[in-house]
């Protein structure tokens, strides 16, 4: 690994008990520490930006020369980021050292860190992406169509390889993402009977606001053309990828347990690459979704917010958000019903 991060019970004991500090939760008359608010996945990420800085430290010698605070430095960062240059795309780069700046704020607020802050900002400002996503971005109903037709396929063979019981897992995940675009972190860790449930004849997404990036739940009816292609999923694909064992994970790897976040979203990139000759992630479908929205219409890029989990109006009540990620996720299914079949009509 280029860029390794130590984990943290691999911290040095101040910077240990310093982020026990910060994120100790508040009591009834006692403020909680700066952190505390912080989401799962917000700690989690920032502590791995964190134990990439200490890694770099402890590679050069410098882990334990100064304390927490004095050992980071202008020369010391400067240093760690004419490191990561040569690794690490601008992107990652500049999160990196944003990641950075948030930790030490948090763990060490006695000390003046708008400098690092402004480094933080100058390189955000400045960052490239690789791959303009502009040019990635294929209409969801195509994504859905296609991924469908690739599922038939699947069911219809008189017997199905390894490869094929993997690729309709995979292809099933594309075709759910593309009409439901969640974060891959909401897709991965799909639940059956809990987060993902058969009501009547539709399947539909039921995650609570403590599972989300934006502490909203996310209610969501799938396509019914999705219906029959998730009921072969789950009475006869998902038990060969179990082998037996027992659980409610959606998604099982070949070895019989549940896929890890990482795993899923190796074998969903994969399969995009072989059905559409590119590879992308689930967040680039997203995007899609955004763009497809848009482009249908100006009324349905507004519906693009609620399907998104986009919460722009700070007052809106949390039960008017519930019904309009709801009314979303029908039109969005409408949309693509139409769509698909207004191409199927022009190629008769």
Known sequence: MKNPSLPLERWPAEDQLAW???????????DGGPA???????RCTNIHHYGRWLAFLAKSGRLTEKGLAERCDRSAVLLYIEQLRTTVASTTLA?????LAYMLKA????????????????LAA???????????????????????????????????SKSDIAGYRNVLAIALVAAQPLRRKNVSALRLGVTILRRGDVWAIDIPGNDTKNGRPISADLPRSLTPFLDVYVRDIRPVLSRGST?????ISWYGGEMSAHAFYLRFVEATERLFGRPFNPHLLRDCAATSLAEMSPDYALIAQDLLGHATFAMTEENYIHANQLAASRNVNAALKARIAEKHHRLR
Do not use: C
């Open 36 to 42: 505390a608010h912080w989401r799962p996945a917000t």
């Open 107 to 122: 763990m060490a607020p006695a000390s003046d860190w708008q400098w690092l802050v402004h480094t933080a900002n100058v």
């Open 126 to 160: 400045n960052q490239v992406p690789l791959r303009r996503k502009a040019s990635r971005i294929l209409p969801s109903d195509y994504i859905y169509a296609k991924a469908l037709q690739e599922l038939k396929r699947i069911v219809s063979l008189a017997t199905r």
């Open 247 to 251: 659980g409610d994970a959606l998604w």
């Open 20 to 30: 026990d500090v910060t994120i100790k939760p508040g009591g009834f008359l006692e």
């Open 95 to 99: 999160s990196s050292i944003v990641g």
